[in-house]
Nanobody, 126 residues
Framework: QVQLVESGGGSVQPGGPLRLSCASS????????IGWFRQAPGKEREFVGC?????????LYADSVKGRFTISRDNAKNTVYLQMNSLKPEDTALYYC??????????????????WGQGTQVTVSS
């Protein structure tokens, strides 16, 4: 199995930056797409972005975060990062990372991922 642990969450003022980390252990991380999802109270879990390893790495982002959030990786640390800039109050949510092997068309859906972390809270407020 693959175990995922998110970290880096916290409180930040609107417009500020925050970087989340997703550390993995077990299995072969290179086989998996790593996705970021978030869920606010009373709302459905939504796709944030993902890293798909193919002939070359491919990054996908939700329209709501495109241009503000960036996914990157550090293979030596078995860690994938979510750099969040220009944060808005509506970005407040519990953020999860996930690993799986979804087909391209399913990469934006939570059901396409097999392994999930416990989540890290991000709160954006004045």
């Amino acid at each position: 199995q693959v175990q995922l642990v998110e970290s880096g969450g916290g409180s930040v003022q609107p417009g500020g930056p925050l970087r989340l980390s997703c550390a993995s252990s077990g299995g072969d991380g290179g086989r998996y797409t790593i996705g970021w999802f978030r869920q606010a109270p009373g709302k459905e879990r939504e796709f944030v972005g993902c890293l798909r390893r193919s002939a070359g790495d491919t990054y996908l982002y939700a329209d709501s975060v495109k241009g503000r959030f960036t996914i990157s990786r550090d293979n030596a640390k078995n860690t994938v990062y979510l750099q969040m800039n220009s944060l808005k109050p509506e970005d407040t949510a519990l953020y999860y990372c996930a690993a799986g092997q979804p087909i391209l068309s399913a990469a934006r859906t939570g059901t396409g991922y097999r392994y999930w972390g416990q989540g890290t809270q991000v709160t954006v407020s004045s």
